[in-house]
């Protein structure tokens, strides 16, 4: 499983776009990337997920570049309701790991 | 649809007692996963059950059990308790299990806060 390496924390203001890039050199071939959200004294939000390119729900973006090295989470115009860690992971087969995740903070 | 629900929220513990905790899953969701959370480790995963078999495991002790009834509802046991099995524990739920691609995106519970003293 790759391990994962991201910023600790990200402060942004409401109605910017906040990219938040993830490192994961030692991605396996067949790992999908996943993000996960999780507000205080709640368990993790899928959030979104990605093989290659560029992956858009309706609530985020996932740009995942041709190496795979790394992956950037974007999120659009964000809200004070957006503050929550953010957790990318390397996923395959086995059971999911989690990294440290980013803290971002949302300011009026 | 109802979420994932976790019993208790709130537990507290002394050294040296068991305790179970209780994870009840989206219904028609197969597949319950056991996520240890505590602010110096993170997020660990401790075991995964899919109809009621235990299919993969993380890097826990012995201590640290679980078992999934026919109806998909999870129990984990900590028994013999120490001060730094305090954490949140949460419970996810999937359609199939982790091997499989399709249909593994996990939904969380909100956890339960063990308390050890």
């Known amino acids: 499983l790759a391990k994962t390496t991201q910023p600790i924390s990200m402060d942004s203001y409401e109605g910017q776009e906040v990219n938040i890039t993830c490192s994961h050199n030692n991605i396996a071939t067949n790992d999908y990337i996943t993000w996960y959200q999780q507000f205080p004294s709640q368990g993790p939000r899928f959030i979104i997920q990605g093989y290659k390119t560029k992956v858009t729900n309706e609530v985020a973006s996932l740009f995942i570049p041709a190496d795979r090295k790394s992956s950037t989470l974007s999120l659009p115009r964000v809200s004070l309701s957006d503050t929550a860690v953010y957790y990318c992971?390397?996923?395959?087969?086995?059971?999911?790991?989690f990294g440290t995740g980013t803290r971002l903070q949302v300011f009026p | 649809k109802a979420g994932v629900t976790q019993t208790p929220r709130y537990l507290i513990k002394t050294r040296g007692q068991q305790v179970t905790l209780s994870c009840s899953p989206i219904s028609g969701h197969r597949s319950v996963s056991w996520y240890q959370q505590t602010p110096g480790q993170g997020l660990q995963f401790l075991f995964e059950?899919?109809?009621?078999?235990?299919?993969n495991k993380g890097n826990f002790p012995g201590r640290f059990s679980g078992r999934q009834f026919s109806n998909s509802r999870s129990e984990m046991n900590v028994s013999t308790l120490e001060l730094g099995d305090s954490a949140l524990y949460l419970c996810?739920?999937?359609?199939?299990?982790?091997?499989?691609?399709?249909?593994?995106?996990?939904?969380f519970g909100p956890g339960t806060r063990l308390t050890v003293t």
């Open positions: 996810a739920s999937s359609l199939g299990g982790l091997a499989d691609r399709r249909s593994y995106e996990q939904y």
């Open positions: 059950y899919f109809s009621e078999t235990q299919r």
């Open positions: 992971l390397g996923e395959n087969t086995d059971k999911l790991i």
